[in-house]
């Protein structure tokens, strides 16, 4: 869970503590401006021992149910409806949910709900897929 954000790098607090790592390459700037507290990311740790912060999921608040999709509003974005990234999971209105993008199979994703740090599923496996299938796993640990 990022708790404060600096261009070149964001201080994620894990496992009771907070840490401070940089950026994957790939990773886009200005960072400032993508990422902020309350948002979730994903680490990498690089052979050298160097851990990167390469993927990114807002924290959003769900509006209402659209059928099999929620509609959320995230500040940096507004509303978006998002796809459940777990098709049997409950959304209710007012509650805090991840929001991503970027993923293959659909504009947005949303996983949740929001409860204690790290309590949320997340689709780990998907980023490191998207990592692989795009060669960008060299890259980002540079």
């Given at each position: 869970?990022?708790?404060?954000?600096?261009?070149?790098?964001?201080?994620?607090?894990?496992?009771?503590?907070?840490?401070?790592?940089?950026?994957?390459?790939?990773?886009?700037?200005?960072?400032?401006?993508?990422?902020?507290?309350?948002?979730?990311?994903?680490?990498?740790?690089?052979?050298d021992g160097r851990v990167v912060a390469l993927w990114r999921w807002y924290d959003a608040v769900v509006v209402e149910?659209?059928?099999?999709?929620?509609?959320?509003?995230?500040?940096?974005?507004?509303?978006?409806?998002?796809?459940?990234?777990?098709?049997?999971?409950?959304?209710?209105?007012?509650?805090?949910?991840?929001?991503?993008?970027?993923?293959?199979?659909?504009?947005?994703?949303?996983?949740?709900?929001?409860?204690?740090?790290?309590?949320?599923?997340?689709?780990?496996?998907?980023?490191?897929?998207?990592?692989?299938?795009?060669?960008?796993?060299?890259?980002?640990?540079?």
């Open positions: 869970m990022v708790v404060r954000v600096e261009e070149e790098r964001c201080h994620v607090a894990v496992g009771g503590a907070v840490r401070t790592v940089g950026y994957a390459p790939p990773f886009p700037s200005p960072r400032l401006e993508r990422v902020a507290p309350g948002h979730r990311v994903a680490l990498a740790t690089a052979q149910l659209e059928g099999a999709l929620v509609r959320l509003w995230e500040p940096a974005h507004g509303e978006v409806v998002a796809r459940p990234r777990d098709p049997g999971q409950t959304f209710v209105p007012g509650t805090r949910a991840y929001l991503s993008a970027g993923l293959p199979g659909a504009e947005w994703w949303v996983a949740g709900p929001v409860g204690t740090v790290g309590a949320a599923p997340v689709e780990l496996d998907e980023v490191e897929q998207l990592y692989r299938r795009h060669g960008l796993w060299a890259s980002a640990l540079a």
